[in-house]
């Protein structure tokens, strides 16, 4: 089974500042492994995602997440802090080849000015 | 391309009412998943759908039921509705590679949100 814990229910940052949220998997097989952003009352949308291809994975909007097996972490990253940012984000975990995504409980991000 | 549309976007039902919701993936997709999103349980998996098939299903109640059809579009039905079905229900939808394998990637819907009195 797969699941994914994320540190932090909630994290502040001022502007301009590095963006860090924290996110470890558990899975039986390699994983897919993916970010998405929620802005208040709308969808989710997909920040990044791992498909073994690549460890450090960029993403849209300047964030990027690394894929560590050793530590089972995938934590998403930002150097400098927008105001945009502020949002909750998800990562999440699916096994290869199926459809069910497992979600965290979700960091959600303050930027202070 | 337009997204992934779901209707309606907000309703109010009452317990013991049942609910329709109704999803339209983005053009192309011919998989759409259902998830419960609530503050207390997070974001849940409902089930998915690909060619009119029920494919894997969550650890929901049989109240909630989903079909697909067709064209690609999907509905989730809520019977018997409880206070505690109160949750903002997305869909999402992605592309089918061979074989129905796919990568997992999903394109969320902005969903629909019930509240149960």
């Known amino acids: 089974a797969q699941s994914v814990t994320q540190l932090g229910s909630h994290v502040s940052v001022s502007e301009g500042a590095l963006v860090l949220l924290r996110c470890n998997y558990s899975s039986s097989v390699p994983p897919y492994l993916f970010w998405y952003v929620q802005y208040p009352n709308q969808g989710l949308q997909l920040l990044l995602k791992?498909?073994?291809?690549?460890?450090l994975v960029k993403g849209i909007n300047g964030f990027e997440a690394e894929f560590k097996k050793s530590e089972t972490s995938f934590h998403l990253t930002k150097p400098s802090a927008h105001m945009s940012d502020a949002a909750e984000y998800f990562c999440a975990v699916s096994a290869t080849g199926f459809q069910k995504l497992v979600f965290g409980t979700g960091t959600r991000l303050l930027v202070s000015p | 391309k337009a997204g992934v549309t779901q209707t309606p976007r907000y309703l109010i039902k009452t317990r013991g009412q049942q609910v329709t919701l109704s999803c339209s993936p983005i053009?192309?997709?011919?998989?759409v998943s259902w998830y419960q999103q609530t503050p207390g349980q997070g974001l849940q998996f409902l089930f998915e759908y690909f060619s009119e098939t029920q494919r894997n299903k969550g650890n929901f109640p049989g109240r909630f039921s989903g079909r697909q059809f067709s064209n690609s579009r999907s509905e989730m039905n809520v019977s018997t509705l409880e206070l505690g079905d109160s949750a903002l229900y997305l869909c999402?939808?992605?592309?089918?590679?061979?074989?129905?394998?796919?990568?997992?990637?999903?394109?969320f819907g902005e969903g629909s949100r019930l509240t149960v009195l």
């Open positions: 999402a939808s992605s592309l089918v590679g061979r074989g129905g394998s796919n990568t997992g990637e999903l394109f």
């Open positions: 791992y498909t073994s291809a690549a460890t």
């Open positions: 053009s192309g997709h011919r998989s």
